[in-house]
RNA sequence: GGUCUGGUAGCUCAGUUGGAUAGAGCAACAGCCUUCUAAGCUGUGGGUCAUUGGUUCGAAUCCAAUCCAGAUCACCA
């Protein structure tokens, strides 16, 4: 149990003992104490003071003593300043944490919840590249399953790829047009690039034609439903619909470029999956659903045979779930897919790493799968992000206005190398360990670029300024690591257990507080899906280390117990560094 | 128009269920490498927490209204 969940705890006990008044541990607020004060922990007393009927001193005072006479292997000490009880707690406490846990290279772990658990990220469309939104997405997606997994959690990474529609019939069309039988391989170009250069001529010839029917007088709706490109694209997907072998040659051709691409680019970022769906095979699901919800009731058929839901009484509006010519909308085959995960998997929890954009859709999603009884509709949960933009707005794949993924990561690694050399601090490495380098300090960088902020929040990433590798960032706790490391390699095998010893160091003590807090701060990340706190403790956590390496020496300390304490407080710090960065899906160097 | 987000330093962002004098990084300026890796450390300047009102011992945080930005409300996917 983490010091500042069991003040909670003994203070509740102290009131419940002096004042017999039941106060949650919940209620009872407990911060770190401010560096201005003397103390380590605080807890606030105006929230009880008027439930007790007395001046925050007296009750102060009161818990004070009783802590210290009751508890006093843990509160050593305290003092009150305007209604806050200033904590100090036994340098004991701090000396046993570590020798508990310097060693223990499985830090951070805690197996809290057992439950089976879905994420489904990524989910691309395979008529073009993955761009800067889908690596906030991937990125998103693979540190949760890992955070998850950390609370002892069984998770399994999905993918739904979006391999069918009008958008994938578009480059099918426009390769036939144009590409006169070029390959990937013969362009010596990656496969999902290739598609969706196609995609982006459909869309070029599609303005021309738009264009040249609106010049002969025809309004703009019109030209854009008579544009001979755009006919042809949808004969193409009824053509797809009805099983013409010719066009599911092409598109299975096709999509097979695009997902060697795609298998390219989620090695390079690490992006993997237990199970992949494709939607294909899954569009047609849920049809089922929509004939039992009608006969429970859950829908109701309009008079032109249509099939809704009235969520009106949740707040939303009527919902179609099936047109009137019988065929299924989108939310259907997500109905469909929905159970059939639980069918597969037997899962609890059901997560969607998606785009605020469909914060609706999943809203709607949710409720109608709850009303249908879907096993494990409850632990529906939509896992929304905001929008990846430029400065000057946002990304429009048509527009050639995106960021693409793999530009973007080259970009990273090519300017890792440059920072690298221009230091020179890695003699030695060979071509393939300086490769390896690049790529942990590059990914790192941009992976901590998009962790760091709260998933929900928009942000803006300006393509001119490249992401930084100083500060909060992510080379900069990679760097703080392979600095610990190196002391570290140099006093291997010395004893690496600190002798009781008086007081700890203001900076001894601020890193230990902060190491103790770790667990806390993984559940907390759990609790909220969000992996930014992580991101935002391991950097403090690097940046009081290295306050620490500059203030104190450890490998030639003033004397062979703070020595040991002091490589103890390394040790541990290293392994948090690393574990905490692995739950952002970032590994860290020996050196750098 | 309805619903939902968001608005904090020049820029990018933190700020736990309301708590002490609102914090980081970048950028700017001034220092620190003969001593465990300077991708580091120390210091300085920088704020009407969008606006107004309310709730209370106390509000960036809760409530209401207003302004601004975005998303969504398709027999599209």
Redesign the pocket.
């Known amino acids: 149990m983490s010091v500042s969940f069991e003040l909670k705890s003994i203070t509740a006990t102290a009131i419940k003992e002096l004042y017999q008044v039941d106060i949650s541990s919940?209620?009872i607020?407990v911060?770190?104490?401010?560096p201005?004060?003397e103390g380590d922990y605080?807890v606030?007393l105006?929230?009880f003071v008027k439930q007790l009927k007395q001046s925050p001193d007296a009750v102060g005072n009161a818990i004070g003593n009783y802590l210290k006479t009751h508890f006093s292997n843990l509160v050593k000490d305290f003092n009150i300043?305007?209604?806050?009880l200033?904590i100090v707690v036994q340098g004991g406490f701090w000396l046993d944490f570590l020798n508990e846990n310097a060693t223990n290279t499985n830090y951070g772990f805690r197996p809290v919840k057992q439950d089976k658990v879905m994420i489904e990220y990524s989910s691309p469309n395979t008529n073009k590249p993955l761009h800067l939104g889908h690596l906030r997405n991937n990125f998103l997606g693979w540190s949760i399953a890992e955070i998850l997994k950390e609370q002892g959690n069984t998770v399994y990474k999905t993918c739904v790829v979006?391999d069918r529609?009008?958008?994938i019939c578009k480059s099918m069309i426009a390769w036939e047009k144009f590409a006169e039988g070029k390959t990937p391989e013969t362009e010596g170009v990656k496969g999902d690039h290739f598609v969706g250069d196609y995609y982006v001529k459909f869309n070029d010839e599609y303005k021309k034609q738009v264009k040249e029917l609106e010049e002969k007088g025809l309004s703009t709706e019109q030209a854009e439903k008579d544009a001979p490109i755009m006919v042809e694209a949808q004969d193409m997907l009824l053509k797809w619909e009805q099983g013409d072998q010719k066009v599911h040659d092409l598109w299975a051709t096709m999509n097979d470029w695009v997902y060697k691409g795609f298998d390219e680019t989620y090695k390079e970022i690490g992006s993997d999956f237990d199970k992949t769906y494709y939607e294909h095979n899954t569009y047609l699901l849920g049809k089922d659903w929509v004939d039992k919800g009608l006969q429970s009731g859950v829908f109701f058929a309009?008079e032109?045979g249509?099939v809704w839901i009235d969520l009106t009484e949740d707040?939303l509006?009527q919902k179609?779930v099936r047109?009137?010519?019988g065929t299924s909308?989108?939310i259907t085959q997500d109905i469909g897919l929905a159970d059939l995960k639980v069918q597969e998997f037997g899962i609890d929890r059901n997560i969607y790493v998606v785009g605020?954009?469909?914060?609706?859709?999943f809203k709607v999603l949710k409720l109608i799968c709850q009303k249908l009884g879907i096993p494990s509709a409850d632990g529906m949960y939509h896992l929304s992000y905001g929008?990846v933009e430029l400065p000057t707005g946002?990304m429009k794949s048509r527009e050639g206005t995106v960021v693409d993924a793999d530009d973007l990561v080259a970009g990273m690694l090519r300017i890792?190398a440059e920072?690298?050399a221009e230091?020179g601090?890695v003699d030695g490495f060979e071509a393939s360990e300086l490769d390896k380098l690049y790529n942990i300090?590059g990914l790192g960088a941009l992976k901590f670029f998009l962790l760091?902020?709260?998933p929900?929040?928009?942000?803006?990433f300006n393509p001119e300024e490249s992401i930084?590798?100083?500060?909060?960032?992510g080379?900069?706790v990679q760097?703080t690591h392979?600095?610990i490391?190196?002391?570290l390699r140099?006093t291997e095998g010395e004893n690496n257990n600190a002798a009781i010893s008086d007081d700890l160091l203001p900076l001894e003590k601020k890193l230990t507080v902060s190491l103790e807090q770790y667990p806390t701060v993984i559940s907390?990340s759990a609790q909220a899906m969000d992996p930014?706190?992580i991101a935002?403790y391991v950097?403090n956590l690097a940046?009081t280390f290295?306050?620490f390496?500059?203030e104190?020496?450890?490998?030639?300390a003033e004397s062979p117990e703070k020595k040991a304490l002091r490589l103890q407080i390394a040790t541990l710090t290293a392994t948090t560094i690393q574990r905490a960065m692995h739950l952002l899906g970032i590994e860290v160097p020996?050196?750098?």
């Open positions: 919940e209620n607020q911060n770190e104490t401010k201005e004060f605080t606030v105006f929230a300043i305007k209604g806050f200033n979006n529609g009008i958008h309009k032109d249509s707040g509006d179609l047109r009137k010519d909308v989108y605020d954009e469909q914060n609706y859709h929008m946002k890792a920072k690298t230091l601090k300090i760091r902020v709260d929900k929040k928009r942000m803006i930084d590798f100083h500060g909060f960032t080379p900069f760097y392979a600095r490391k190196s002391i140099k907390e930014s706190g935002i950097f940046k290295n306050q390496y500059a104190l020496s450890i490998a030639n020996e050196r750098m």
